[in-house]
């Protein structure tokens, strides 16, 4: 972890408890994203995404994003789930910057 990153205090993890439940039958079938997860804090950070395929191509950009913003990233296990939500993830935004 650079110093710079130690001193921003920036976290992926973004709530505390359970993941959500998945894979409702109301789930739309493109809502594919990558999570982050720290014991019970989650975060998610790339998505939606249309297939699992393409969410999980992604998990290693997502690593590499995530380790830009927070230097603990590399504890944080990273894995892909369907969510019943359309936002965008909290690092989609880096992934557009960068294409």
């Given at each position: 972890?650079?110093?710079?990153?130690?001193?921003?205090?920036a976290s992926l993890l973004l709530a505390s408890g359970p993941?959500?439940?998945?894979?409702?039958?109301?789930v739309p079938v493109s809502?594919?994203?990558?999570?982050?997860?720290?014991?019970?804090?989650?975060g998610v950070l790339l998505g939606p995404f249309v297939t699992t395929d393409e969410a999980i191509a992604?998990?290693?950009v997502a690593e590499k994003?995530?380790?830009k913003v927070d230097g603990w990233s590399?504890?944080?296990?990273?894995?892909?789930?369907?969510?019943?939500?359309n936002?965008?993830?909290k690092l989609m935004h880096m992934?557009?910057?960068a294409a």
């Open positions: 972890m650079t110093a710079a990153r130690a001193r921003t205090g993941m959500p439940l998945l894979l409702a039958a109301n809502n594919h994203y990558v999570v982050v997860e720290s014991g019970n804090r989650h992604h998990v290693p994003l995530a380790d590399v504890f944080y296990l990273f894995r892909v789930l369907r969510l019943p939500t936002k965008p993830g992934l557009q910057e």
